[in-house]
């Protein structure tokens, strides 16, 4: 993986994402196939920041239901990433 955009797919925009802000860590979700090496190289160049951390996880995708049809479906499995940042550093991504 070379291309920060391509490790990188969104920013989790939760509450639980606004509270690890506080604590200078962010939650991005990632391609499946990055390394935690990846997402560090990735977030580093992305923003000019230094990363202290990186914590992934894969999330298995929700049953869904058709009403109409009765037909089960399911979401795309995710993969996400919470960087952790060096202290005094900061990703101005939600700033006004």
Do not use: C, W
């Amino acid at each position: 993986m070379k291309e920060s955009t391509a490790v990188l797919r969104r920013p989790v925009i939760s509450e639980k994402s606004y509270s690890l802000m506080n604590r200078n860590v962010y939650v991005f979700v990632v391609d499946k196939r990055a390394s935690k090496i990846d997402v560090r190289h990735a977030v580093e160049r992305a923003f000019d920041v230094r990363v202290d951390k990186v914590n992934t996880l894969n999330r298995k995708g929700k049953a869904t239901r058709n009403r109409r049809t009765n037909k089960t479906g399911q979401r795309p499995d995710t993969k996400r990433a919470f960087v952790t940042l060096h202290p005094g550093d900061k990703i101005d991504l939600f700033e006004s």
